[in-house]
């Protein structure tokens, strides 16, 4: 298992400094900023989490977008651990990727379903119990609303899934699922 999580590692940081361009390029390259606001799925965990994702589309091919960026993530609140609440609020930072399928509804109106990944690094032990990484999966659709070629906004459901892979036998995950708000220009 140590050995998969090196070679994570190593895959993500030689895909943050790839090359810009990739041989399916989107020669309108836009920045995107999404935040999430999530809550708990599950009853013994007490922990709000406020994200916000950077990205950057890298590729487009048809209705699919590859994106890549850095998260910056703040869960908050507690965890029922041993039959006590234990403190998991913490601050995270990582690599992101991630695919976007789109399909137009309208001529300013398209649904898109997301799909991203990511390693994430805490200034604490997250969840409480936990390590100070984890791994980071989102998941859900997305309404986006185009006011013009080099602006839109979109407004989706997110589930997310935090854990450590079960490094070492040992995952306290974390699941959760709320409202991400997101907005995309060409600076």
Known sequence: MRRFICLVIIINFLLIFMP?????????S??????DYLTPV?????????????????SETNNRSVYRGITVTRP???????QQNQDSSAVGVGPVYMIRNE???SGKLSAAFDMS?????YDKIFPAGGRYYNFMWRVGPQFIYKFNENSSVN?????????????????????????????????
């Open 20 to 28: 810009e361009r990739s041989s399916c390029y989107a020669a309108d």
């Open 117 to 121: 990944g990511g390693f994430i690094v």
């Open 42 to 58: 599950s009853s013994n965990r007490d922990i709000d989490t406020v994200s916000l994702h950077i990205l950057e589309k890298i």
């Open 103 to 105: 399909r137009d509804l």
């Open 30 to 35: 836009k920045l995107e900023l999404d935040w």
């Open 76 to 82: 908050y609140g507690s965890i029922d651990l041993k």
């Open 155 to 187: 407004i989706g459901y997110m589930l997310m899934h935090v854990s450590n892979g079960g490094f070492r036998g040992h995952n306290p995950s974390y699941n959760a699922h709320g409202v991400s708000v997101g907005f995309v220009t060409k600076f």
